[in-house]
């Protein structure tokens, strides 16, 4: 494949190394500022001028990755940014009229199957209360992450919870309705989530633990392979 990067920081960076390792080829970068990269480099004032791609792979933020959807461009999308999710997911269904678009807030596909094991077990333990914890590296900006609200989300579609992220000023005891949401941040923690349950004299602990960036990096280009061969339209992991 010919692919074009949206963005260039830690994750495009081993994207674009194991792209060229699965002899593939980064034809260019787009990136908000014009800034030196190893490839041609292109900014939203130019981004009229990119060069022929068949998929573009996204791993930015949305203040380029917006833009960048509202734009002419029309090859299929891989889209892993984070952060404002509602107006990404708009502008990628509008998009999608014209081409293939792929969203994940997560591009490892075993947190969506862990996504999918916790859709499957909060309703058999609905008397149960539930806490998310969610820790990355010191570098991370947005929190909570979008993994975490993810999964929140599929919590949400068989129990109606509220997110709850600072207890220090409710001075009420908890109650089954709210998850509470905790966020760490240290050292080069990669991610991990952790989803507790928890009963009367008893805790089930679910948690992802990822080990290198590479599997986010690997998973958006194994997408990118299957996604160029699509129709129009807005797929997920659960559709791909």
Do not use: W
Not at 188 to 207: K, R, S, Y
């Amino acid at each position: 494949m010919k692919i074009l990067l949206c963005g260039y920081g830690s994750m495009n960076t081993r994207v674009a190394q194991l792209a060229k390792e699965r002899n593939h080829e980064i034809v260019g970068v787009l990136l908000k500022n014009d800034k030196p990269t190893p490839f041609p480099t292109y900014t939203l004032e130019n981004i009229n001028q990119l060069p022929d791609a068949d998929v573009l792979i996204d791993f930015s933020n949305p203040e380029l990755s917006l833009p960048m959807l509202v734009s002419n461009i029309n090859i299929p999308i891989v889209m892993a940014t984070t952060g404002e999710k509602e107006r990404l997911i708009s502008s990628l269904h509008k998009k999608s009229e014209q081409s293939p678009v792929f969203y994940s807030a997560n591009m490892s596909y075993g947190v969506h199957v862990l996504t999918e094991i916790i859709q499957y077990a909060t309703p058999l333990l609905n008397n149960m209360d539930v806490e998310l914890i969610e820790r990355h590296h010191n570098k991370k900006v947005d929190a909570p992450s979008g993994t975490l609200i993810k999964i929140l989300d599929a919590i949400n579609k068989n129990r109606n919870v509220h997110p709850m992220y600072d207890r220090s000023k409710n001075k009420t005891e908890r109650n089954q309705e709210e998850v509470g949401i905790s966020v760490v941040r240290g050292g080069t923690i990669v991610g991990e989530h952790e989803v507790l349950f928890a009963g009367l004299d008893e805790t089930i602990q679910i948690i992802h633990r990822a080990q290198s960036k590479d599997i986010f990096a690997n998973g958006s280009i194994d997408v990118a392979e299957k996604l160029i061969n699509k129709q129009n339209g807005f797929y997920t992991f659960s559709n791909l």
